[in-house]
């Protein structure tokens, strides 16, 4: 068995999720899953910002239609603490492009595109790192406990 450990990580409800109605549908579940919210806004992505969180594409032919994407429309960010969050968020997001992803995933259930596929999620503690420090400020962050941690997370609870 993988190890286990309290992880933070970097979510983007994208354009397309907020345009589809599709928030809370998404939020819920990662809200189900029992990963924390310790942050989270809506906000215009600036051009900037985009361009240093899709540095690793910026040479891609699709690179402008992405920025447009991502700019054609608010997103809400949030940054989310669990035991192994980046992989599970990662597993509950699926795939990049819909419709290669399994059924059940975010992308799986609700995308049959490859850029317009709903939510972003940090691929690793390094990225997901700069990613929390990229959209928010110290002060944004919530440090706080709740009731349901020992049913989710523990082991040896009963
Ligand atoms: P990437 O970081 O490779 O994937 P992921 O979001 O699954 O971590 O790509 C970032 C975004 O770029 C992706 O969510 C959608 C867009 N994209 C395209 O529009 N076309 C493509 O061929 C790829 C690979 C990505």
Redesign the pocket.
């Known amino acids: 068995m993988s190890q286990q450990q309290e992880e933070k990580t970097l979510i983007i409800i994208k354009p397309d999720a907020i345009q589809r109605s599709l928030f809370g549908e998404i939020l819920g579940r990662f809200e189900r899953k029992g990963l924390k919210i310790i942050g989270m806004k809506m906000m215009r992505i600036e051009d900037v910002v985009i361009e240093e969180h ?1 540095e ?2 910026k040479d ?1 032919p ?1 690179f402008q ?2 920025k447009n994407y991502m700019q054609s429309s608010p997103v809400v960010v949030m940054a989310l603490s669990g035991v192994n969050a980046i992989s599970a968020t990662r597993l509950i997001v699926g ?2 492009k819909g419709y290669e992803a399994d059924a059940g995933s975010i992308r799986g259930d609700l995308s049959l595109s ?2 317009s ?1 709903l939510v ?2 940090s ?1 690793g503690p390094e990225t997901a790192e700069k990613e929390i420090k990229r959209f928010f400020e110290e002060k944004e962050l919530f440090d706080y406990k709740k009731p349901d941690y020992k049913l989710v997370y523990s082991e040896d609870y009963f």
């Open positions: 899709y690793h594409l891609k699709f239609t992405l795939p990049t490859g850029q596929n972003h999620a691929d």
